[in-house]
């Protein structure tokens, strides 16, 4: 099933069952939320997502829409995401627990038209430490930029437009 654009896709891999370092209760996975949105994001939902009572460490990344790209004044922005990109979310936040002992995870990237400053992503993760919840946060997000279908178009101030890709879909 394919999830559609402003959902969550509820994830049931549960990576502690699999033998991976996540500290999540037995029998539940550490992924809390994953979706992608054409909506607004909240910082808040994901910190709510993630909160508990196991975790002494807390680390959320926050992509914004930046004024310049490689030398170039950025007027807008647009993100496309391919039918997949929210299982890829899910799939790779699984990863990252099997890898880094984690309490709980959450990433949501939006889709869409966006301005100046407008939160692109959110990825937060709880641990009982804070050097594995900062080393989960930082793997989640590179991995999703890196492995997840997701691409941006860029309008430039000068007229030009740029797409930008952050992986291939074989």
């Not at 539940?28 to 607004?40: H, Y």
């Not at 993100?79 to 309490?103: F, K, L, M």
């Not at 869409?112 to 930082?138: M, Y």
């Amino acid at each position: 099933m394919t999830p559609q654009p402003g959902t969550s896709q509820p994830e049931t891999t549960d990576a502690s069952a699999s033998g991976g370092p996540s500290t999540a209760e037995p029998g539940t996975s550490p992924l809390r939320l994953t979706a992608i949105r054409e909506t607004p994001l909240s910082v808040d939902e994901a910190l709510s997502a993630v909160a508990d009572p196991a975790a002494g460490g807390t680390c959320v990344f926050i992509g914004t829409v930046r004024d310049l790209d490689e030398g170039r004044r950025v007027q807008t922005l647009r993100y496309e995401a391919h039918p997949s990109a929210a299982t890829e979310i899910a799939r790779v936040g699984v990863e990252v627990a099997r890898e880094v002992p984690v309490t709980a995870l959450a990433a949501i990237h939006r889709q869409g038209d966006l301005e100046l400053g407008d939160i692109a992503v959110v990825v937060a993760v709880s641990a009982p430490h804070r050097q594995e919840a900062f080393q989960a946060c930082r793997l989640y997000i590179d991995r999703l930029k890196h492995e997840v279908p997701i691409w941006k178009e860029q309008e430039f101030v000068d007229g030009g437009t740029q797409w930008v890709g952050s992986t291939d879909v074989g």
